[in-house]
């Protein structure tokens, strides 16, 4: 599913360089579970952001499904975001404007799919999320946990095949928080490949594959 | 994305900020509204001032004794010849070209005019019955010359309004005789108050017949000859037809020349154009300034909005996707502001006709166009800085963000 060869990411902050990546091989099967921790700045968001192409690595190679999405331009980048890979944040980041349907559509709407097939995808999985009876309802009337909940499902509206969730309960009471965590398992159990970034190690050893970073480094991978 | 939804995204997203829109929204109106309004007038003045020259006779063709050229190489000045008189008998003459509907000839002079003791000097006009239509004349009272042979000097004359009051105070005028130099003369009609004909103040002016002026200040040559012609499109015709016929009764010379009004209009044309085109050009900055207002708006909501934009690239926006989206909005902005506008400018043209009746203040169509044309212009060209500064947004920092 993922190959990443001698992946490094250099930023270069006020002159100075800082190695976020520092030659990270990494593979990752397909259908995987796996858990990254680490203090802060050890680089794990960085790995994830590379992962979700929302980032390019400064050198090393990234095969996603078999092929090189290393060198692709933006266009192409944004499709695979679209329709390959999922994002759960940790805030959310739900469109205040939009209501929780319009929120989960989202992706669709920008795939340019029709309202119709739009509206029949939406309301499956909001039946299947338990969000029907807060469909029409904007985020900010709506508890976390139903928040993520709605970023969950806008995340998977499409079918993707990764599922990259960066402290998807970091901002949820420890109720929510497992029910969350619940929730993204149950999707991993239909085949999703599930990368969760966390710092909480409940959460994390959870995961069956469990990898820790340090300093832009994998430190551990069991 | 299909264009309906990027659209209602668009219009969502200006919903959400209704003040900071419906402010930009204004603006844009404002100076749509002003492009439209200044534009009608000026076009509406043109056209009153064309309508006004058409009305005083734009066929009118002047014909004055003499070439305007100072120096001409004929043989004359070697002989020492004067350029020969303008006469009635050309005049007769002229009338008999297919392109001349009426022509007057017309002898001016000053003279006395006096009736029971009252008496003072005047400017006197000879010339013919067609002079009435040709300059668009109106008598308040009794009528004008009497048509007929113009070498005929019959003693009548008709009075400006001026004249017949200072003669005659409030008792009637016509039927009266007064005195004009040596000669007596009948009052046949009062000159309406008209304004300014020929240079001289209709109401101050005494109208003869042209054989009675002629008599009167013993000469034979004539003033000048107004010509009017059949038709705006037959003057250049008109011009040619008068000096070859002239030329011919003046053996050969060319010693007149003639002047018609087309030139002077073709100028205040111009002029009114250019004012036009000037005053459009002073709404269009405000038109800019809304242009900067959206610029703003813009930018302001991007700078609110940069993690919403990187979770747009997060589910799969690309670059061009996101500049789609912001220029839509401004545009969406510009759009509707423009058309309010329009409407706005339409309803002030019309409270502008309600107060000046004369004055057709309806735009031009070009400036209808044009208004919307740049209200839609500026909004992209404002719009393209704020969205490619969207679009260069790390993804990564702005979903950092909260």
């Known amino acids: ?143 976390g946990g139903q928040r993520q909940r709605v970023a969950i499902a806008r995340a998977v509206i499409n079918s993707p095949s990764l599922l990259l969730a960066d402290e998807p309960t970091g901002n949820l009471d420890s109720k929510s928080g497992l029910d969350i965590i619940t929730l993204l398992e149950a999707l991993n159990q239909q085949g999703l490949t599930l990368i969760v970034v966390t710092h909480d190690l409940e959460i994390g050893s959870r995961a069956r594959r469990r990898i820790h970073f340090l300093d832009g480094r994998i430190v551990a991978d069991s | 994305m299909r264009t309906a939804d990027i659209l209602s995204f668009a219009w969502i997203s200006l919903a959400a900020g209704r003040v900071r829109s419906l402010l930009t929204l204004l603006a844009m109106s404002i100076g749509v509204a002003a492009v439209v309004v200044l ?25 004055l004794p003499g070439r305007s050229e100072t120096s001409s190489g004929s043989p004359s000045t070697f002989i020492g010849e004067t350029p020969r008189d303008l006469t009635i008998g050309d005049a007769v003459a002229l009338q ?26 005047v400017p006197v006009l000879g010339t013919t019955a067609s002079l009435l239509s040709i300059r668009h004349l109106h008598l308040a009272a009794g009528r004008f010359l009497p048509p007929g042979d113009p070498r005929q000097s019959r003693a009548v004359c008709v009075l400006g309004v001026k004249v017949r009051q200072e003669l005659f105070g409030a008792q009637p005028a016509v039927g009266r005789l007064v005195r004009i130099g040596e000669h007596r003369c009948r009052v046949i009609g009062v000159l309406a108050s008209e304004g300014r004909s020929l240079g001289l103040d209709t109401q101050e002016m005494v109208v003869v017949p042209v054989a009675f002026a002629q008599m009167l200040f013993d000469t034979e040559k004539l003033f000048r000859i107004l010509i009017e012609g059949r038709g705006r499109a037959e003057l250049d015709r008109l011009k040619q037809q008068v000096l070859a016929l002239l030329t011919r009764r003046h053996h050969g010379e060319r010693d007149v020349t003639i ?25 269009g900055i405000s038109l800019a300034v809304a242009g900067i207002l959206i610029m703003n708006v813009m930018l302001v909501s991007i700078s609110r909005r940069t993690s919403e934009i990187g979770l747009l690239k997060a589910v799969g926006a ?83 963000k909260r």
Not at chain 1, 19 to 27: K, S
Not at chain 1, 34 to 52: A, H, Q, R, V
Not at chain 2, 337 to 362: N, T
Request: glycine content about 10%; aromatic content about 6%.
């Open chain 1, 1 to 143: 599913m993922i190959i990443l060869e001698e992946v490094n990411r250099i930023f270069s902050v006020g002159g100075q360089e800082v190695r976020a990546l520092d030659g990270i091989n990494l593979q990752v099967k397909p259908g995987e579970y796996i858990s990254i921790m680490g203090p802060s700045g050890s680089g794990k968001s960085t790995l994830l952001n590379l992962l979700g192409l929302l980032d390019r690595p400064t050198s090393g190679r990234y095969l996603l499904s078999g092929s090189d999405v290393t060198g692709l331009d933006d266009k192409q980048s944004a499709r695979i975001r679209n329709k390959t890979i999922g994002f759960v944040f940790q805030f959310f980041h739900l469109i205040p404007r939009l209501s929780a349907v319009q929120n989960i559509e989202l992706p669709l709407l920008l795939a340019g799919i029709p309202p119709r097939k739009r509206r029949e995808k939406s309301t499956a999985i909001i039946n299947d999320f338990g969000l029907f009876e807060r469909r029409h309802h904007k985020p900010e009337e709506l508890s």
């Open chain 2, 39 to 63: 534009t009608g007038v000026g076009e509406g003045a043109r056209q009153y001032v064309v309508g006004q020259f058409s009305s005083l006779g734009t066929n009118l063709v002047i014909i």
């Open chain 2, 96 to 121: 008999r070209l297919p392109t001349v509907k009426l022509q007057a000839p017309v002898v001016a002079g000053e003279s006395g005019i006096a009736r029971k003791g009252l008496e003072r000097r």
């Open chain 2, 259 to 283: 002047i018609t009004q087309d030139s002077v209009l073709a100028t205040f044309d111009r002029i009114f154009s250019m004012l036009t085109l000037t005053v459009a050009g002073i709404a």
């Open chain 2, 318 to 400: 690309s670059n061009s996707a996101v500049v789609r989206l912001i220029v839509t909005e401004a545009l969406l902005l510009a759009g509707v502001g423009g058309l309010l506008g329009l409407g706005l400018g339409l309803i002030a043209g019309r409270l502008v006709e309600q107060i000046y009746p004369d004055l057709s203040a309806a735009p031009p169509l070009w400036a209808v166009g044009a208004a919307l044309g740049t209200a839609l212009l500026t909004g992209l060209l404002f719009s393209l800085l704020p969205a490619r500064r969207a679009a260069r947004l790390d993804p990564v920092l702005s979903l950092a």
